[in-house]
């Protein structure tokens, strides 16, 4: 079946530093989603990406689709304190019912 | 706007005993909806998926069944827990009515099976 291979699976940054992390698949996929989950709670959408070659941004956070569709970065830039948590890619393949395929997360570790 | 609910928040139950987990959507009509299993913080594991009101497709073979019995609701439920069982649930929305598939989770439940 379709993976996602996420990576880093953790990263150590002091504040004000920026971070990049990355998904990469086999598979081709229609829509890449970008998730933040704190401790304890559920994940919260931070970017949607459509089309291939797309560049999006949410206030310090930008991601991209990549243009063989098989694969997407997100970069925060100036991390802060709140930045800490968990974060998720998610590709789409369309008509399958709406599911996501999850990679297996980077945990942000941001140290003040 | 839309809003997803999870009930309840945390459980503890022992080994054996049955299982009830309620998800509610509001302000949106025939949404997807999903469960997903977390174990120990890291990746989500597709459960089950549904499309309309007894529509229900399984993921993984399991202890496991899900329903849902009104077009914003849907139950994650299990006869019998086992330890194996324990892990954070959540349940996520789509809206099928534009262009995107874009999930959207509810809190979750924490779920200790002792």
């Known amino acids: 079946g379709q993976q996602l291979n996420q990576s880093p699976q953790s990263m150590f940054i002091q504040e004000g530093e920026d971070v990049s992390m990355n998904c990469t698949s086999s598979s081709i996929f229609n829509t890449w989603l970008w998730y933040k989950q704190d401790p304890g709670e559920g994940p919260v959408l931070l970017i949607a990406l459509y089309k291939a070659g797309e560049l999006t941004s949410n206030g310090r956070l930008t991601a991209q689709f990549g243009i063989t569709r098989k694969d997407s970065f997100l970069n925060i830039s100036a991390s802060i304190p709140s930045d800490v948590g968990i ?4 590709g789409q393949i369309n008509n399958q019912g709406g599911k996501l395929i999850f990679g297996q997360g980077t945990e942000l570790s941001v140290k003040p | 706007s839309q809003t997803i609910h999870q009930w309840p928040a945390t459980l503890v139950q022992p080994v054996g005993s049955p299982l009830s987990l309620e998800c509610t959507v509001e302000g949106t009509s025939n949404p997807n909806l ?3 299993r977390q174990a120990a913080g890291r990746g989500l594991q597709l459960l089950f998926y549904s499309v309309g009101i007894g529509q229900i497709s399984s993921e993984v073979p399991q202890n496991l069944s899900a329903s849902r019995p009104q077009d914003r609701q849907f139950i994650l439920s299990s006869k019998k827990l086992l330890l194996s069982d ?9 809206s099928v009515s534009g262009p995107s598939y874009e999930q959207y989770f509810g809190p979750g439940t924490r779920l200790t099976v002792t």
């Open chain 2, 86 to 94: 324990s892990g954070f649930y959540l349940c996520a929305w789509v």
């Open chain 2, 34 to 36: 999903y469960w997903y």
């Open chain 1, 87 to 90: 974060y998720f890619c998610a």
